[in-house]
């Protein structure tokens, strides 16, 4: 079912396509929301044609989806300013997402936010002016890709992730997240944060081949976080500061067990294990600039036990 301009909206688009149905938004389509667009019903795929946009005119999250099996793909999706609360994307206890191909420009909360979704293709999408974390997870959010993403979260307003996956809830736990081939802006924190922060310690982390860029140095930023989390693998990230002080914390892994650093290369960032047990930090590339403070380690190891620091 294709959605026509001032005909046919993109609600009536979307839930006359019914199960399984595609709606198309047409190339140009351009609509305003004062209400959320939700996507209820099972194996529907909201596709659009290039420039159909989607912007947010009131307190809203600009696209709900509660159902299962739902495809985002090629939208233009907007708040530019950041004006009006809520998230662009929003999936709860929703199964066999995928969001791809999409433009999101500005959110007051989230960019995309996954609460209790499983299994998830969040892929090649172009995020920026997120005041909040870009792409978020929490609760017992699981199996969930995120890769290939281009995200610009260089605002230095508020404290934000580029992507962050928390369990967040007491009992609930973020597991089976795989972070992979994201390139990245950075600004206030850091670039891809996982833990626990009130929940279950996350399981089954996978962090690979992103680039993340520090853009600026407003606050303590830094490279890949996790705390408090249980067999995880950071692998061929990078992580560039080129801001000629201290190094920041290039790869910090702290409260968590079981968990690799390998290959990566970090410039102007180090490496801090704290309270960890069963690590490996190996054969990764560490350059701290030549004015950085003489007191600082390149690698920090602290109160951690049977750690492998080797080869790097």
């Known amino acids: 079912m294709y959605a026509k301009q001032g005909v046919v909206s993109a609600q009536s688009c979307i839930d006359g396509a019914g199960l399984g149905g595609v709606c198309v ?3 140009g389509y351009s609509e305003a929301l004062t209400s959320s667009l939700t996507i209820r019903q099972t194996g529907q795929t909201l596709k659009c044609q290039p420039g159909a946009t989607l912007t947010k005119s009131s307190n809203i999250d600009l696209i709900t ?24 994307i929003s999936a709860q206890a929703a199964k066999n997402l995928t969001v791809t191909n999409n433009t999101i420009v500005g959110a007051k909360l989230f960019g995309i936010y996954l609460r ?7 892929a090649n999408n172009k995020l920026q002016g997120c005041e909040n974390d870009s792409i978020y997870g929490d609760s017992n959010s699981s199996d969930i890709q995120v890769s290939s993403n281009t995200i610009d979260a260089s605002s230095i307003t508020i404290w934000h992730h580029a992507i962050g996956f928390h369990s967040h809830d007491a009992s609930k736990k973020v597991s089976q997240i795989h972070i992979d081939g994201n390139h990245i802006t950075n600004g206030y924190d850091y670039c891809v944060e996982v833990g626990a922060f009130g929940g279950s310690h996350p399981t089954d982390i996978e962090i690979i081949n992103n680039v993340c860029t520090q853009k600026s140095i ?24 080129d801001n000629n002080g201290a190094p920041l914390l290039g790869i910090e892994l702290v409260s968590g067990s079981h968990a690799k650093a390998i290959q990566n290369t970090l410039v102007g960032a180090g490496i801090t ?6 690590t490996i930090v190996d054969h990764n590339s560490i350059m701290i600039h030549s004015s950085a403070d003489t007191q600082t380690a390149a690698i920090y190891s602290g109160s951690s036990r049977t750690v492998g620091n080797n080869h790097n």
């Open 65 to 88: 989806v509660t159902s299962s099996g739902a495809t985002i793909m090629g939208c233009e999706l907007s708040d530019e300013h950041a004006t009006y609360d809520g998230s662009i």
């Open 218 to 241: 407003p606050g303590k930023p830094g490279g890949y976080s996790l705390d408090s989390v249980d067999e995880a693998t950071l692998q061929g990230n990078s992580y560039i500061n």
């Open 116 to 122: 209790n979704v499983i299994h998830a293709n969040i």
């Open 273 to 278: 294990i704290n309270k960890q047990s069963f």
């Open 25 to 27: 938004l047409p190339a």
